[in-house]
């Protein structure tokens, strides 16, 4: 189709979808291929064309005093035809042309607005980029046009796959689908979104592919039997295809034949809203399919202008390949030169009274993009005709003109258009020809009228930080399931809080198994790659999925082991108060008097002291309380082990007394050398005890070694050779006692205390001996039970082998509580 005018515009159009080429021989001339099948909506994306020239030039505000042609090519779906419509376009219909005013013949195109296949884009592109001719696609998204270099004049109005494979991405994850299946055509297109697909959508961490198939050019069924079995045999129950609508019916065909049901459709642009694949026999399978498709505009008046669209009967041009008589031989059944019973056309048919898509101007997509890239055109030279010479882009700031422009000088000013059109949407382009990205999201729905309505649920826009944003009304989706919600599409299933992902070996990242988180780590977000260690004074929780404050240990009051050991050192306060009361009252008796009394007295203070340290070692330790009981427990026990070392020593001075020349040895043992000598070796403790707090205190310490989710506090003693030097110095002295004690057993006493002291000794050392290994190995509040137990045990020890006998003389044997009885020298019956 052509148009006479002061510019002319080209423009390669889908009108027919399959073509014919005759097979060539040596021996004939080469013949035209023919185009076969209408495709209605391609020759609707022409007329769109027609109308914006028509439009642009009945505006006084757009290009005034010029006046737009255009020329119109149909590519067939087929390279060869839409490359040389391409040239043909460039390089004008005649022999000759002139750049000249009033030009003989017809003037090449200044820009073509297509061409709608990526691989005819690339290829026309390739060849006319070479002279800088702008080229402005309204359906060519292979990301590959965005190369600078290799296509410095070609321009878009539909944004590239990169953006398009990115929102499908945003769709997969908005549903929470990571394992899908890809199906591309085997072209520029389908290739390129290939290798955009598989990177990016690894790079986002958006899923993973289960499968990617290449559809067949030549629509192979041996290889579309094989897909289809693939797909059958695959999880993902989301599929993806980026194809032709002749493809994509191939590969339907193939599906419904396998009877494959439970599919999730996406859709890429190329045919979300193809009317080829909604039919009724498809329906079933493709109802509920999601897809990507071009943004849906608005042409006011465009309806009018197809209405007006008649076959003229005196047109030169009455070959078949008129594209207005084919269209009217399309629409209303018949033909202008009707063979055999075929109806004649007469070219007065109505229009109005088809029911075709034609004329349903509600859902403007493609042809939205014919729109823009022709104002973008016309603005472009609208801004060259405004060009004030001597302010002009080019050298010397001079001003190209019509009757001599440049296409290099073109695709500057296209490059820098930016206008708003009458839907609102703006309009530029960027460095690399791209225009603003922004895509429709839409949804099949099957009529109960058995129609197919498109329907827009979102849209998909780069923000101003170019990241997408993706904007879907669930709500308005429908869902070809029974569940009548989004399907899963998963590998393996989400790893909830508590674990992590494990990856499968020889799979995809999407394949993984869910591993429980170890103790002392957790996890706290779904399909976590790895397991977060709880800080020192926090462990995980049984789910795995946070940290909570580990439990502590230490021994209380409040627990049985705890009150027992109360109890018990209670207990022997109690009688150490009990005895020392009967002695009191008991004083003047020859019992109590006998071997000092004041040092029995001193002793049961030290015993009591001794059942009374035992209290520091329970409850939550404390710096006072660690460093009291040590030392507490020291001077007690020392306090204890003098009183009864200096006794044995007086008993044993007393007997050598009794001997001739011995009198002088009891001098040296009266009641002061007796209280020095407890003051002097209890001090002599104290003075180790103060060394040991002020050089390297003993301070509360929170263990967790023992136990991995409990904290053991306790009491770090600080210095371990204070510790042994304190213990050392205990078992010094009772070790003296029990020798000194040992060696007097035998004295002629009817009552020898040297007897009960060797066998208190002798409880004493065996209870501390088997202390340090138990001591040793027992963890936590259990060594400090240890250590409470030995002291009870060893203060019992001594209290019962001292002071029991000499109470039950006191308390039942009275008798026996005399001097004489005593010395020896009467014994009771």
Known sequence: MHKPGDVVLGGLFEVHYSSVFPEWTYTTEPQQPSCKGFDILGFRQAMTMAFAIDEINKNSDLLPNVTLGYSLYDNCVALVIGFSGGLSLASGREEQYLFEENCTGTPPVLGIVGDSASTSSIATSSVLGLYKMPIVSYFSTCACLSDRKQFPSFFRTIPSDDFQVNAMIQILKHFGWTWVGLLVSDDDYGLS???????????????????????????????????????????????????????????????????????????????????????????????????????????????????????????????????????????????FAPVSKEALCTGEEDLQNTNTEFLDVSNLRAEYNVYKAVYALAYALDDMTHCVPGRGPFSGHSCANLQKMEPWQFVHYLQNVNFITPFGDQVLFDENGDALPIYDVINWLWLPDGKTKVQTVGEVKRSHSKNEVLIIDEDKIFWNFASKKPPKSVC?????????????????????????????????????????SCPDDFWSSPKHDHCIPKKTEFLSYHEPLGICLTAGSLLGTFLCAFVMGIFTYHHSTPMVRANNSELSFLLLVALKLCFLCSLLFIGHPRLWTCQLRHAAFGISFVLCVSCI????????????????????????????????????????????????????????????????????????????????????????????????????????????????????????C????????????????????????????SSFGLLVALFGPKCYIILLRPERNTKKAIMGRAIPK
């Open 193 to 335: 979104v290939a290798r955009s697909f598989k990177s990016d959508l690894t790079q986002s961490g958006g899923g993973c592919l289960a499968y990617l198939e290449v559809l067949p050019w030549d629509s192979d069924p041996a290889e579309l039997k094989r897909i289809v079995e693939a797909m059958k045999e695959s999880s993902a129950r989301v599929v993806i295809v980026f194809a032709h609508e002749t493809h994509t019916l191939h590969l339907m065909d193939e599906v419904l034949r396998q009877n494959v049901t439970g599919l999730q459709w996406i859709a890429s642009e190329a045919w979300t809203i193809s009317p080829v694949l909604q039919i009724p026999k498809l329906m079933p399978l493709l109802r509920g399919t999601l897809g990507i498709a071009i943004r849906r505009g608005e042409i006011p008046g465009l309806r009018e202008f197809l209405l007006q669209i008649r076959p003229d009967q005196n047109d030169t041009d009455q070959s078949e390949t008129n594209m207005v008589r084919q269209f009217w031989e399309f629409n209303f059944g018949c033909k």
């Open 645 to 764: 070392l200096v006794k044995t020593m007086v008993v044993v001075a007393v007997f050598k007394a009794s001997k001739p020349g011995g009198g002088a040895t009891l001098k040296w043992f009266g009641a002061m050398q007796q209280r020095g000598t407890v003051l002097v070796l209890t001090s002599i403790q104290a003075v180790i005890c103060t060394v040991w707090i002020v050089s390297s205190s003993p301070a509360p310490h929170k263990n967790t070694q023992y136990y991995n989710d409990k904290i053991v506090y306790e009491c770090d003693v600080g210095s371990t050779i204070g510790f042994a030097i304190l213990l050392g110095y205990i078992g010094f002295l009772a070790l003296l006692s029990f020798l000194l004690a040992f060696l007097a057993r035998n004295l002629p006493d009817n009552f020898n205390e040297a007897k009960f002291i060797t066998f208190s000794m002798l409880i004493f």
């Open 492 to 532: 393996s299933e989400s790893c909830p809080p508590g674990t992590r992902m494990a990856r499968k070996k020889g799979e995809p990242l999407c394949c993984f198994d869910c591993i429980l988180c170890s103790d002392g780590k957790i996890s706290n977000k779904t399909d976590s790659m790895e397991c977060t």
């Open 766 to 793: 065996a209870v501390w001996v088997a202390f340090v290994p138990a001591y040793v190995n027992s963890p936590g509040k259990y060594a400090d039970a240890v250590e409470i137990f030995a002291i009870l045990a």
